[in-house]
């Protein structure tokens, strides 16, 4: 929505509509009386403007050129109120052009309206919801007039679409806390932030609390216990926590929601962010990682004393592969799951398996939270009643039920003559390396519960950035050993890419001989170094001159299923530099695109012909002292509701230099996709 306001004495208008009975009256009251504690507010109401029980139309006309017009210049406003008695306009009204105007009733947000408004809210409750509301306010007045009034309504919807024009949309009688998440949704939209500071200097004086349990669970346990039925919860999971060669990486493992009084929902999806807080949703327009610089990117808050992970809450989730239309690629068709999906978290379970213990962290400004101090006993209780890991007590994985049954995107023809077109573009020199991926995909009827199937990736497949990420409609269960981006508070960056895969055998001597192959290929080596170069690069636009160095290269790691060749690419932030655009530098992974990454991204685009939704992009944290860690989304399922069944998907892929045997790069995605197969009893489907 355009906006109007920004010269002194010209005030920032909001409009609050919905149909009759959706609770707009009520809200608009308790918004002005909140708002009113750092500025000064008028209200105006539609209600005594309209022209009788057939005015919708002439008093949104009346509404628009006597009201907004004057109040957008800073004039005040003059109208006449109409005498619903008399059925005639009645006095003269004045409505002063205040810091912030409210106007508020059916129509408030009308097209006519929009060029005036800074915000627009709608409100949403059911019709029988509605009716009962209004009647209940109005009595006998209104009963008569309900149908012609309704009709009116309808008559204006069929040609104007507020809600989908709207900056708030907000669920109607949705309890007594509405108006708070309205005040602090509308001090997260861009042009509101300013004038609303002292709103977010509230929540800038807020801080992370940490207790400590001498006691190191069994975090499926803890998981089913605190979060088995929340509609949105993460599961950063240090699944290989007691067998890594990579100790720094699996020593922390995350589980939250997005529940209490500072949880949030947020998705994204083409240009479009919505915040969800309680019965609030906040529409923000604008590319996701500017969104995200200005909830994240410049701000930090420190960690409590002794807490040594980088997450002291702040938002959790995924960012898919089609956020490159922000970093330089091509905008493909939207796939089915969002751009990106994330939760806030106000309190979280973080288990030490270094330390050997759990800290309860939750999120305050100091007063009263009894919803707060009743999470914390029911945490408590979870870690303390679960058993250790790895004791005959802790939680087995259950059967997935029947075995899904994949189809593949491509052929292994289609595949092989894939990579010989890439071959091509780079004998043309076009691009020098290739991460050509495909999806294996599957249906299941019915629902299915992401959490047996999880437990059984995690036992067949343990590795350091596993996770588990639920969300309405759609969830993650990934078992991936890399990491995209590390970003502590002092500003240290870390990249680790791998490239390079062979099966692991049960016989020693073999397993052994497929490592040192490994570490001897000269094809491997080649692509890993490559994209070496191209994450050097993507690093050094916001690092420190001269600090980008390589600390490890073509190292060879070993885990349950594969051997991996990675290297890992140090930095530092420059200071005063945005850890929200750093991101968005590197993103998506160099090891999931190629090199050089824009141009072969088109050609990914070509090749592939499909989105690949959230395969290849990133998951993890975004902490609110600014650090942030994140892993490739690979060796990752997709479940996603498709009506009363569940489709299911797992991308896979690999780099295509001109070195590459096609016959050769075809068993190398097979090797990729056993982990996860395996452990579903699933086949590949030749």
């Given at each position: 929505?355009?906006?109007?306001?920004?010269?002194?004495?010209?005030?920032?208008?909001?409009?609050?509509?919905?149909?009759?009975?959706?609770g707009?009256?009520?809200?608009?009251?308790?918004?002005?009386?909140?708002?009113?504690?750092h500025?000064?507010?008028?209200?105006?109401h539609?209600?005594?403007i309209?022209?009788?029980?057939?005015?919708?139309?002439?008093?949104?006309a009346?509404?628009v050129?006597?009201?907004?017009r004057?109040?957008?210049a800073g004039?005040?406003?003059t109208?006449?109120?109409?005498?619903?008695e008399r059925?005639t306009?009645g006095?003269?009204r004045?409505?002063?052009?205040?810091?912030?105007?409210?106007v508020e009733?059916?129509?408030?947000?009308?097209?006519?309206?929009r060029?005036?408004?800074?915000?627009?809210?709608w409100?949403?409750?059911?019709?029988?919801?509605?009716?009962?509301?209004?009647?209940?306010?109005?009595?006998?007045?209104?009963?008569?007039?309900?149908?012609?009034w309704?009709?009116?309504?309808?008559?204006?919807?069929a040609?104007?679409?507020p809600?989908g024009?709207?900056?708030l949309?907000?669920q109607?009688?949705?309890g007594?806390g509405t108006?708070?998440?309205?005040?602090?949704?509308?001090?997260?939209?861009?042009?509101?932030?300013?004038?609303?500071?002292p709103?977010?200097a509230?929540r800038r004086?807020?801080?992370v609390?940490a207790?400590?349990l001498?006691h190191?669970?069994?975090?499926?346990?803890v998981?089913?216990?605190?979060?088995?039925?929340?509609?949105?919860?993460?599961?950063?999971?240090s699944?290989?926590?007691r067998?890594?060669?990579?100790p720094e990486?699996s020593?922390?493992?995350i589980?939250?929601?997005?529940g209490?009084?500072?949880?949030?929902?947020?998705?994204?999806?083409?240009?479009?962010?919505?915040?969800?807080?309680?019965?609030?949703?906040?529409?923000i327009?604008?590319?996701?990682?500017?969104?995200?610089?200005?909830?994240?990117?410049r701000?930090?808050?420190?960690?409590?004393a002794?807490?040594?992970?980088?997450?002291?809450?702040?938002?959790?989730g995924?960012?898919g592969?089609?956020?490159?239309?922000?970093?330089g690629?091509?905008?493909?068709p939207?796939?089915?799951?969002?751009?990106?999906a994330?939760?806030?978290?106000g309190?979280?379970?973080?288990v030490?398996?270094q330390?050997?213990?759990?800290?309860?962290?939750?999120?305050g400004?100091?007063?009263?939270?009894?919803?707060?101090?009743?999470?914390?006993?029911?945490?408590r209780?979870a870690?303390?009643?679960?058993?250790?890991?790895g004791?005959r007590?802790?939680r087995?994985?259950?059967p997935?039920?029947?075995?899904?049954?994949f189809?593949a995107?491509?052929?292994r023809?289609?595949?092989?003559?894939?990579?010989?077109?890439?071959?091509?573009?780079?004998?043309?020199?076009?691009t020098y390396?290739v991460c050509l991926t495909?999806?294996?995909e599957?249906?299941?009827?019915?629902?299915?519960?992401?959490l047996?199937?999880?437990?059984?990736?995690?036992?067949?497949?343990?590795?350091p950035f596993?996770?588990?990420?639920?969300?309405p409609?759609a969830?993650l269960?990934?078992?991936?050993?890399e990491?995209?981006?590390r970003?502590?508070?002092?500003?240290?960056?870390?990249?680790?890419?791998?490239k390079?895969?062979r099966?692991?055998s049960?016989?020693?001597?073999?397993?052994?001989?497929?490592?040192?192959?490994l570490?001897?290929?000269l094809?491997d080596?080649?692509?890993?170094i490559?994209?070496v170069?191209l994450?050097?690069?993507?690093l050094?636009?916001?690092?420190?001159?001269g600090s980008?160095?390589?600390?490890?290269l073509c190292?060879?790691?070993?885990?349950?299923?594969v051997?991996?060749?990675v290297?890992?690419?140090?930095?530092?932030?420059?200071?005063?530099?945005?850890?929200?655009?750093?991101?968005s530098?590197?993103?998506?992974?160099?090891?999931?695109?190629?090199?050089?990454?824009?141009?072969?991204?088109?050609l990914?685009d070509?090749?592939?012909?499909?989105?690949?939704?959230?395969?290849s992009g990133?998951a993890?944290f975004?902490?609110?002292?600014?650090?942030a860690?994140?892993?490739?989304?690979i060796r990752?399922l997709?479940?996603?509701?498709?009506?009363?069944a569940?489709?299911?998907?797992?991308?896979?892929?690999g780099a295509i230099?001109a070195d590459?045997?096609?016959e050769?790069?075809?068993e190398?995605?097979?090797?990729?996709a056993?982990?996860?197969?395996?452990?579903?009893?699933?086949r590949?489907?030749?």
């Open positions: 929505m355009e906006a109007h306001s920004g010269r002194a004495g010209v005030p920032l208008i909001l409009a609050v509509d919905g149909r009759s009975g959706a707009k009256t009520t809200l608009a009251v308790e918004l002005a009386a909140l708002l009113r504690e500025h000064r507010v008028s209200l105006f539609l209600e005594e309209y022209p009788g029980w057939d005015g919708l139309a002439g008093g949104l009346r509404y050129e006597s009201v907004l004057p109040l957008a004039a005040t406003a109208w006449h109120a109409w005498d619903w059925g306009d006095p003269l004045r409505t002063e052009p205040a810091e912030i105007v409210i009733g059916v129509g408030a947000s009308c097209a006519a309206a060029p005036y408004l800074d915000a627009a809210l409100v949403e409750a059911p019709d029988d919801v509605r009716r009962t509301s209004a009647l209940t306010r109005d009595g006998d007045t209104f009963a008569p007039f309900w149908q012609r309704a009709e009116q309504e309808l008559a204006w919807l040609q104007d679409d809600a024009n709207a900056d949309i907000v109607g009688h949705r007594l108006p708070h998440e309205v005040r602090l949704a509308l001090s997260g939209l861009p042009r509101w932030a300013a004038p609303m500071s709103e977010r509230g004086g807020l801080r609390h207790e400590r001498g190191e669970p069994s975090t499926p346990e998981f089913a216990e605190l979060y088995g039925s929340s509609p949105s919860a993460v599961w950063l999971d699944s290989d926590a067998e890594t060669t990579a990486r020593r922390f493992t589980l939250a929601d997005d209490g009084r500072y949880g949030q929902s947020v998705r994204h999806r083409a240009g479009l962010t919505e915040v969800t807080a309680g019965a609030v949703t906040a529409r327009h604008g590319q996701f990682f500017r969104w995200l610089d200005g909830v994240w990117g701000g930090s808050m420190r960690a409590p002794g807490y040594e992970c980088g997450f002291a809450l702040g938002w959790l995924y960012l592969y089609e956020l490159k239309r922000e970093t690629g091509a905008s493909l939207a796939a089915p799951l969002p751009d990106a994330l939760i806030f978290a309190r979280a379970v973080v030490d398996h330390q050997r213990c759990t800290f309860l962290l939750t999120l400004d100091g007063t009263a939270d009894p919803e707060c101090g009743r999470w914390l006993e029911a945490a209780a870690v303390l009643g679960a058993p250790a890991p004791s007590a802790t087995n994985p259950a997935a039920g029947q075995a899904p049954v189809t995107r491509d052929t023809a289609g595949y092989l003559g894939k990579i010989k077109e890439s071959q091509a573009e780079i004998g043309e020199g076009n390396e495909t999806a294996l599957a249906r299941l009827e019915g629902a299915v519960d992401p047996p199937l999880y437990l059984a990736l995690r036992e067949a497949n343990p590795a596993a996770h588990l990420l639920r969300f409609g969830v269960a990934s078992t991936s050993p990491r995209f981006l970003l502590d508070a002092d500003g240290f960056l870390r990249a680790e890419p791998i390079g895969t099966r692991r049960a016989d020693p001597v073999e397993d052994e001989a497929l490592r040192r192959d570490g001897a290929s094809k080596r080649a692509e890993n490559m994209i170069d994450l050097r690069n993507d050094s636009h916001f690092a420190v001159p980008v160095t390589v600390s490890r190292a060879i790691e070993s885990y349950a299923t051997h991996q060749m290297s890992t690419i140090d930095a530092r932030l420059r200071p005063g530099s945005s850890r929200a655009e750093a991101v530098a590197a993103f998506p992974a160099g090891s999931m695109t190629g090199a050089p990454k824009i141009s072969t991204m088109a990914l070509r090749l592939e012909d499909a989105p690949r939704g959230a395969y990133a993890g975004f902490s609110l002292t600014g650090a860690d994140l892993a490739v989304v990752t997709v479940l996603e509701q498709d009506g009363g569940t489709r299911v998907s797992l991308g896979v892929g230099t590459s045997v096609p050769e790069e075809w190398e995605v097979r090797t990729k056993f982990g996860v197969l395996s452990a579903l009893g699933s590949f489907p030749d």
